[in-house]
């Protein structure tokens, strides 16, 4: 799920990224007339080509194999180790929205001012219109920091705890229309999210990501 800042799918503070991945998946030949001509379901890549005119998701890879991650008892705390607890999650809702195309989870816990978060939730969407995508990862390897940040009087409120973690990303199989791409390659990158107390429950109001490539 993690495409890169080189692919432009990442936003930086307040920034707003490119909407789609700007490398193109190859095209998979169309489906030869001896398959259409039997009867028999086209196919493109190996994978069968649905009514729609998009691939079929394999039912070993579907939507319904994968659980909504549960808030854990420790994300419920208006405490620094409650911010992290409830920043993992956060990531991990982003994950889960990759792999089933339910993006409501992700934008419930996300202030509607988060650029960040109406990003993925719009590239999410666009990318299940017309297709799907499954074996998106993402492991937190380690707890950078967890830090109070002042409030800025916009888009910082009060209460606010900056969450900054190593994570590392495979992107798995993403269907568009009549193509694929995967990715399996793991890679690294730091991941900080700005987690706010507020309702009774902590919030994302900011996010960014860096891979470590770029920070060299």
Request: aromatic share 10%; net charge negative.
């Amino acid at each position: 799920y993690v495409n890169g800042v080189a692919e432009g799918w990442w936003p930086a503070w307040g920034e707003r990224p490119t909407v789609a991945a700007t490398t193109t998946p190859p095209i998979y030949p169309a489906p030869t007339a001896s398959a259409t001509a039997s009867g028999e379901a086209s196919m493109s890549g190996g994978y069968q080509i649905g009514p729609d005119g998009v691939l079929v998701r394999p039912a070993e890879h579907a939507a319904s194999t994968y659980t909504k991650p549960e808030l854990p008892e420790e994300a419920k705390e208006n405490t620094e180790r409650g911010a992290e607890a409830a920043a993992k999650h956060y990531l991990a809702l982003i994950v889960y929205a990759w792999n089933t195309g339910d993006t409501q989870p992700l934008a419930d816990m996300s202030a509607p001012t988060s650029k960040f978060a109406s990003t993925y939730v719009r590239n999410i969407d666009d990318l299940y219109t017309n297709g799907w995508a499954y074996e998106t990862s993402s492991v937190v390897d380690q707890v950078i920091s967890v830090e109070p940040i002042n409030p800025n009087g916009t888009d910082v409120p009060e209460g606010s705890i900056l969450v900054t973690l190593h994570i590392s990303s495979r992107d798995g199989v993403k269907c568009y229309g009549l193509r694929t791409k995967d990715n399996t390659e793991e890679y690294g990158s730091t991941m900080s999210f700005i987690m706010s107390w507020n309702n009774g429950k902590w919030m994302e109001v900011q996010g960014k990501v860096e891979a470590d490539h770029a920070q060299s």
